[in-house]
Each structure stands twice: as structure tokens, then as C-alpha cells.
């Protein structure tokens, strides 16, 4: 079936519905206990608001869809006399540009070298070059997809639980991927107890080429996060 036929389907659009009985809707009771009516060219209704004398009001289950119709509770005949007409073409781009947008941040979510605006921008480009450039207009937030692109490559290299105390600290195994550079040398340069009682640890964080430039500086300025210190971390005051 070619995008035009769903597109027109899902307007409402249906030749066939002339020969169909459309006088009546089916009322069924969803596995929530939630109340569903059901017209002749299948399309799903919500209880828009209680149910009031002889009739109940019914709108959509589609949130952008404008389609309501009104049912007698006695018969479940429509009031009127055809059904109403409904716009789900934006709910397929906003499925199609959905799984588009999956794709590419599964894809660059394994990638070692990438960043939010790169995933973006493949998203929007390919949005935009396909052969419904419209889904374009239906694409998601930027925090969205940067928010989505983080909880994949959380899922994909899980990082190890906030530890509690220092003694957590030096029994967690940190994965390689954040003790070295991007050129696989060595960024974790200390991390080890700091008294005999081993009551207390440090880790420090330099990279060859931060040392070299520290090293060749005349003067060193120096800033910290001073309103977040995880346990069992304090601020140096």
C-alpha cells in the first residue's frame, strides 16, 4: 500500500464506507475498564466527557484527530447521520520521522567518535532527503533527541553505581573508556588512598598533553563545582 493510500485512509477517506451500515458504533471495555466505541470504518473513540441522558459524547483516541461523533446509550445509533471525517496523517509522519530519528541515535550511539549535533544533523538531513520531506516538521526536540541519543549509550556502556564511601571507591572497576583519551592513553593518573588509615581517596584526571601545557604556563587559574560534591567527596575550602 503506497503512503497516498494510508494517508487517505487514515483521512477518512474510504469510497468503500457508502455500502457500509454506518448507523451504528460498537461499544467495547478495554482491559482498563475504559469505555471504547468503535464506528464502521474502525476508527477508535474515546468518552469525551460523562455520559449525560439518552446519549454519550465520543472523541478520537488520536490526540491531534478532530473526529467526535455522539451515540444513543440505549441502541448505540449514531446521532446524525454520517461519520464523522479524520486527519491521522500527521500521527504517520510523526511515526515515520520516530523511527528514523531510533536508527540514527542507535547508530551513533556505538559510535566512538560522535556528538549531539552531529546525530542531529543526520537526522534532519535524511528527514529532509526522503521521499516524504514533510516528516521533517515532526521531528523532535533537540532535548528530546539529545536526552534519547544519552540514554542509549547508557544502555549500551552502563557506568558503574555512585559510590558511597571511599572504600566503594577503590573497589569499583572504572572501564577503560574513562581512564583514557580518546587515543587510548592514560587520563586517570592517581587513584589511590591518601593516609595510612586508608581512610580517605584521591583520583585525579590529566591527560599528557594538559600536564605539558600546565607545565609551560606562567600562571594557573583555578575554578571548581563548589555547590555539588557527591558522597562521600567534600569541597577543599
Not at 45 to 54: A, D, Q, V
Not at 109 to 119: Q, R, V
Not at 136 to 144: E, L, N, Q, Y
Request: glycine share 4%; aromatic share 6%; net charge positive.
Amino acid at each position: 500500500m503506497s503512503i497516498l493510500n494510508i494517508l487517505q485512509s487514515s483521512s477518512g477517506i474510504n469510497h468503500a464506507s457508502e455500502k457500509k451500515d454506518v448507523s451504528t458504533v460498537t461499544v467495547i471495555t478495554t482491559t482498563r475498564g475504559s469505555k471504547q466505541a468503535i464506528d464502521a470504518n474502525g476508527f477508535k473513540y474515546f468518552l469525551n466527557g460523562p455520559r449525560t441522558g439518552k446519549v454519550a459524547y465520543w472523541r478520537c483516541t488520536k490526540k491531534d484527530c478532530t473526529g467526535r461523533l455522539i451515540s444513543r446509550l440505549s441502541t448505540s445509533k449514531l446521532v446524525g447521520e454520517s461519520l464523522p471525517q479524520h486527519d491521522h496523517s500527521t500521527n504517520i509522519l510523526k511515526s515515520m520521522a520516530k523511527q528514523e530519528e531510533k536508527n540514527i541515535i542507535k547508530k551513533h550511539a556505538s559510535l566512538p567518535m560522535t556528538n549531539n549535533k552531529m546525530m542531529m544533523s543526520e537526522i534532519s538531513k535524511n528527514l529532509l532527503s526522503s521521499s516524504h520531506p514533510n516528516t521533517h516538521f515532526s521531528m523532535s526536540t533537540t532535548a528530546a533527541l539529545k536526552m534519547a541519543l544519552y540514554r542509549e549509550k547508557k544502555k549500551l556502556n552502563p557506568l558503574p553505581p555512585l559510590p558511597k564511601t571511599f572504600q566503594d571507591v577503590m573497589n569499583t572497576v572504572i572501564p577503560s573508556s574513562l581512564t583514557n583519551t580518546a587515543d587510548g592513553t592514560e587520563f586517570m593518573i592517581l587513584n589511590s588512598w591518601i593516609n595510612h588509615l586508608e581512610e580517605e581517596a584521591m583520583m585525579i584526571f590529566m591527560s599528557d598533553v594538559g600536564a605539558d601545557v600546565m607545565r609551560r604556563a606562567p600562571i594557573w587559574m583555578m575554578d571548581g563545582t563548589f555547590f555539588s560534591a557527591p558522597t562521600p567527596y567534600y569541597q577543599v575550602k
